[in-house]
């Protein structure tokens, strides 16, 4: 266990989220944390399917290649989760034809299963 010095305008948004959401300040964190982590994933997978415009044809064709393996993999996974978790692919897939409202509904159901 620790202790944390924040600034009072943090401390009434901690506040008001455990409150909102009937949790203990702990946990509010824990899942910003959480969701924090998601994001970083997402930004360091975006980096690496990213290809340099510097570099040659040889290596474009060979992290073409890795590319189209990783999309592979990726869509493998989601089948086989959607198989498994018919229900929370059906959330999915509605939720992903308003792409705009995703990340508001992520944030305001903190229910949704991020660990499965």
Same mark, same amino acid.
């Given at each position: 266990m620790?202790?944390?010095?924040?600034?009072d305008?943090?401390?009434k $948004?901690?506040k008001r989220l455990?409150a909102?959401y009937?949790t203990?300040q702990?946990d509010?964190?824990k899942?910003?944390?959480?969701l924090?982590e998601k =994001? %970083?994933? $997402?930004? =360091?997978?975006?980096?690496f399917m *990213?290809i340099?415009? %510097?570099?040659? %044809?040889?290596t474009?064709?060979?992290d073409?290649?890795r $590319?189209?393996?990783?999309?592979?993999?990726?869509a493998?996974?989601?089948? &086989?989760?959607e198989? $498994? =978790?018919?229900e929370?692919a059906?959330?999915? &897939?509605?939720?992903?034809? *308003?792409?705009d409202l995703?990340?508001?509904i992520?944030?305001t *159901?903190?229910?949704?299963?991020?660990? %499965?």
């Amino acid at each position: 266990m620790t202790t944390v010095t924040i600034n009072d305008e943090l401390r009434k $948004k901690l506040k008001r989220l455990a409150a909102k959401y009937d949790t203990n300040q702990a946990d509010i964190i824990k899942r910003a944390l959480e969701l924090f982590e998601k =994001y %970083e994933r $997402k930004q =360091y997978l975006d980096r690496f399917m *990213n290809i340099n415009e %510097e570099e040659t %044809e040889s290596t474009k064709a060979l992290d073409d290649t890795r $590319k189209s393996k990783i999309l592979e993999m990726l869509a493998e996974a989601i089948t &086989k989760f959607e198989k $498994k =978790y018919p229900e929370i692919a059906l959330r999915r &897939k509605k939720l992903r034809q *308003n792409i705009d409202l995703f990340d508001e509904i992520t944030m305001t *159901n903190w229910a949704l299963p991020f660990e %499965e």
